[in-house]
């Protein structure tokens, strides 16, 4: 009987151990470097953490309260928002279209998908500095075709022009992104059976009808991962600023993102920086779970 | 006699055209890296009048990427190893293993794909200062390794549930730990996910340039894209010539193994959806 318990629980003790050998290493490292700095990041979000050295003190929510009369945020919230919606449509109908189109390929079908998929594994820096290029007054394409074409007149400093530039932000990320959205639609695409089609081509269905009927409602799973992820990537919309505009021109381009950055990185407003990312967080979180919810009812309703 | 009539793929040659367009940025930077920077202002579209090979060079003798590629290199063997080790350890002990924590980790880990990197930001580089690693490659492979882990660990559980359960069976009667038994048998099995894993992590920090540049600072020796970075952001007029040469050495990596491999690549980095 004591033989038996020993013999249990030296093979508890092996068992446990086992584990901590294996699941160890990464739960100390995620633990330690993802959650301990979102913790820490809430609770110096109640703080007026200024800096590197003093002891900051706890405020309570001041720092919330401060983001809902802070006029910079509203402009951030208003600039991200604009980019989120041109950005989230792109990735949600844009690049649909564009699947509907690679899917029809007879040949060249591997070269020329390719060639749409390719920005997408580029660096951003180099997505954002080739935008820059095409962009810039002097020397740019854009302007040197408007000037070859004689329309110079129209020429300017894309980037530079409160009025172009948040088009230019938004083209640089669709291009950077297309791809992989793309592809995620064509998958699906490929996964529509044959004679749903061929049930339609003998109705008689023109290619409008096929897309309203059958690939639309069939593409609809994929709408809603695609717009979630577009959704993101418009909220967190922050390398292509700091590599770009900076913010600029004046305080035109400052996304949520780069407005935390500001905050946090360069002016040591650490607390109010932890404040406002905790509610873009939430706000985030929100806004998704009503485009799903939103988006799977149409799913059943279909 | 029927006579076959070539049909002419007008669709197919109106897309590629059209794909064409969508990357002709990059056609745009490479002939522009032959080109001197006068020549690039005055003709920004010409084909390069001799080829201006002094580009290329003075990325060696000027920007000095030489160094930064090889720390780039390293820096991804260092993150990739660490997390085709972990990852699949962590992997195995939550699905595999009857845990009472098992449930709960997994969910844990799972909540980190929800975390974004603004949010982390400046705790961190707080915590790394404390812990007297600021601005040191260190942090950075520690921050990029748990980074990835929450992602890793996700496609290797998904993965995991396809691989029936008899295998360990065997190989506990046959005398096998568990941590033997997922080395011999399990590891190899996974070797799809590890693939797909590699390409992913690979690709993501030999592109970084935001994480990099703010957990390293920019002073000392770099990462890729930091040194580029840090090139144009010294001058204020952009030396086009040498930006265009840079962008194409730093591209020709990944272009290369897209190319060589295609479809393993976009199945890898589709596997990533979510990050």
């Known amino acids: ?302 | 006699m029927t006579r076959k009539r070539l049909r002419v793929p007008v669709f197919e040659i109106v897309m590629l055209a059209l794909g064409l367009l969508f990357v002709s940025p990059c056609f745009i930077a490479l002939l522009n890296s032959f080109k001197t920077l006068r020549e690039i202002t005055l003709s920004p579209l010409a084909l390069p009048s001799a080829l201006a090979w002094d580009n290329y060079a003075y990325l060696f003798t000027g920007v000095k990427l030489a160094q930064p590629m090889l720390n780039s290199l390293l820096m991804c063997i260092a993150v990739i190893l660490a997390l085709v080790t972990t990852a699949p350890m962590a992997a195995y002990s939550i699905m595999r293993r009857d845990m009472r924590t098992g449930k709960f980790l997994r969910v844990f880990f799972l909540a980190g794909l929800t975390i974004p990197f603004q949010i982390i930001m400046v705790p961190l580089l707080q915590q790394f200062r404390l812990l007297g690693i600021q601005f040191t490659y260190l942090a950075l492979l520690v921050h990029y390794v748990s980074w990835g882990l929450p992602l890793c660990i996700f496609i290797y559980s998904g993965f995991m549930a396809t691989i029936p359960k008899e295998l360990e069976e065997s190989a506990s009667i046959d005398g096998c730990g568990p941590i033997a038994t997922f080395w011999r048998i399990i590891f190899p099995l996974l070797a799809p996910c590890t693939i797909t894993v590699v390409i992913f992590w690979g690709l993501w920090i030999w592109n970084d340039f935001m994480q990099a540049f703010i957990i390293m600072g920019t002073n000392k020796g770099q990462l890729v894209f930091v040194q580029l970075w840090r090139f144009l952001s010294d001058k204020y007029v952009k030396n086009w010539n040498y930006i265009f040469a840079g962008v194409v050495v730093l591209s020709m990596p990944v272009t290369i193994l897209y190319l060589a491999m295609q479809r393993r690549f976009i199945k890898g980095l589709m596997a990533g959806a979510i990050k």
């Open chain 1, 1 to 302: 009987m004591g033989n038996y318990v020993t013999r249990r629980a030296r093979k508890v003790i092996h068992e446990s151990l086992a584990s901590l050998v294996l699941c160890g290493p990464a739960l100390f490292l995620y633990a330690g470097f993802i959650v301990t700095p979102a913790i820490l990041g809430f609770a110096y979000s109640l703080t007026d953490w200024t800096g590197w050295n003093r002891t900051p003190r706890f405020i309570g929510l001041a720092n919330f309260r401060e983001a809902f009369t802070d006029s910079r945020f509203f402009d951030a919230i208003r600039f991200t928002l604009f980019e989120t919606a041109l950005i989230v449509f792109f990735f949600s109908f844009g690049t649909m279209l564009l699947a509907i189109l690679l899917d029809r390929l007879r040949v060249f079908k591997g070269a020329i998908r390719g060639l749409f998929f390719y920005p997408y594994i580029l660096s951003i820096l180099v997505s954002a500095l080739l935008f820059q290029y095409l962009a810039n007054y002097n020397e740019g394409v854009i302007n040197t075709l408007l000037r070859g074409a004689g329309l110079g007149r129209f020429a300017q400093d894309w980037m530079g022009d409160p009025r172009w530039v948040a088009y230019f932000i938004f083209a640089l990320v669709a291009w950077n992104g297309a791809g992989f959205f793309t592809t995620v639609y064509l998958a699906n695409l490929q996964t529509i059976p044959a004679d749903l089609y061929e049930a339609a081509r003998i109705d008689g269905a023109g290619a409008f009808t096929v897309f309203t009927r059958i690939q639309f409602p069939m593409l609809l799973p994929t709408l809603t991962t695609n717009s979630v992820l577009a959704l993101i990537t418009g909220i967190n919309l922050f390398p292509q600023i700091v590599v770009t505009t900076q913010g600029g021109p004046g305080w035109r381009t400052f996304s949520i993102g780069y407005y935390i950055y500001h905050l946090g990185v360069l002016s040591n407003r650490q607390g109010y920086a932890a404040a406002i990312s905790f509610i873009t967080f939430a706000a985030l979180v929100a806004i998704a779970a009503v485009q799903v919810a939103i988006l799977r009812r149409r799913q059943v309703a279909l």
